[in-house]
């Protein structure tokens, strides 16, 4: 049985070792394991090409992918999308793996209620959004970037009686911003899902600048798109002199971390298993309270992802 393996959408640490794991195992149970290059675009332009196990020799440790991945406007069309599946069946191949984040499994959703697909997908993305799972890969590896980064702010604005602001990726999430500001020991934390009490917070922080507090550190999620008024926030209300470092897409690569190898050898298996003895599947592999489970598609694109109630918490309580 041939079998496609594409990521999609923005690129994320684990990406690689999912890779690996794919081919590594359709080896073993004798299938035929294609890649294809370059996300939705290639899967257009039939950049598929069969894998071999040397592709994926010395890959297990490497950020990104060595697929590379894309965003694809011409998906949207249907001409597009139709060229893409005859490219899929001129290969043979009748099952496909996406990496990939709510974007592309929005598209996947549409391409399989047009054309017959056996496809699985693999949450795959930094903002760790995406509906029905607790966990995509790349959060782990872009949170360790994040503490590394701010563990270094954190040295120089003590040493220098300053309040720094760090913009954090996730789109339209606080995720990333909301762990990384609890496991940093941030004092301020603002992200699209919790309402920013300024002014509290303001008289809190201006207090403790009065009893000696010559430093502080806030997280704001982009999503928010309030960098610059928390900054001027900081710098007139809260009264710390302030600066701001936009992290950007560092944030996106890395190797991937322990956790983010392991769980993408955990989430290709179960894609593979499953693929392998079904011919129309259409899901996604999910993780939830520490189990791998599959669920349809439509019930992954129908509903918005929510951040677990514990976090959201923890914004009132961070000090
Ligand atoms: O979805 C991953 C992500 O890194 C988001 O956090 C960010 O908003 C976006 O992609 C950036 O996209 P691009 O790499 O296209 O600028």
Redo the contacts with the bound molecule.
């Keep these: 049985m041939a079998i496609a393996i594409m990521c999609s ?2 690129d ?1 640490a684990g990406m690689n070792p999912a890779i690996k794991k794919f081919v590594d195992y359709a080896f073993k149970s004798g299938e035929v394991p294609y890649l294809v290059f370059n996300g939705l675009e290639g899967l257009i332009d039939d950049e598929i090409r069969l894998a071999q196990h040397k592709d994926v020799a010395g890959i297990l440790h490497r950020g990104g992918t060595i697929i590379q991945s894309s ?1 694809s406007k011409r998906f949207f069309e249907y001409e597009y999308r139709e060229k893409a599946f005859q490219n899929l069946q001129d290969h043979n191949i009748t099952g496909l793996i996406v990496l990939g ?1 709510d974007g592309s499994f929005r598209a996947m959703e549409r391409f399989s209620s047009e054309f017959k697909l056996n496809f699985v997908g693999i949450p795959a ?3 760790n959004d995406i509906h029905g799972t607790e966990y995509c890969l790349g959060f782990d590896t872009a949170l360790n970037v994040i503490r590394d980064a701010l563990d270094k702010i954190r040295d120089t604005a003590s040493s220098f009686n300053r309040a720094f602001l760090v913009e954090v ?3 339209d999430c606080g995720h ?1 911003a909301i762990v990384s500001a609890m496991t940093s020991g941030a004092e301020v934390c603002v992200i699209p899902e919790v309402e920013f009490k300024s002014e509290e917070l303001g008289k809190r922080l201006k207090d403790e600048v009065q009893y000696g507090r010559n430093y502080a550190l806030a997280i704001v999620a ?2 928010t798109k309030r960098t610059q008024e928390v900054y001027e926030w900081l710098q007139e209300s809260v009264g710390l002199e302030t600066r701001v470092s936009i992290l950007g ?1 560092i ?2 690569g890395g190797n991937p971390t322990v956790r983010d190898r392991l769980m993408a050898f955990d989430f290709t298996i179960v894609a593979m298993d499953h693929l392998l003895s079904s011919d129309n599947s259409n899901k996604v592999v999910v993780f939830q309270k520490g189990e791998f489970r599959l669920i349809e598609i439509q019930e992954v694109v129908s509903s918005k992802y929510e951040i677990p109630k514990r976090y959201l918490d923890a914004i009132n309580l961070l000090d």
Aim: hydrophobic share 25%; proline share 0%; charged share 30%.
């Design positions: 959408g923005g994320a965003r984040g993305t930094i903002d990726m996730g789109r990333l982009e999503g897409h944030q996106r």
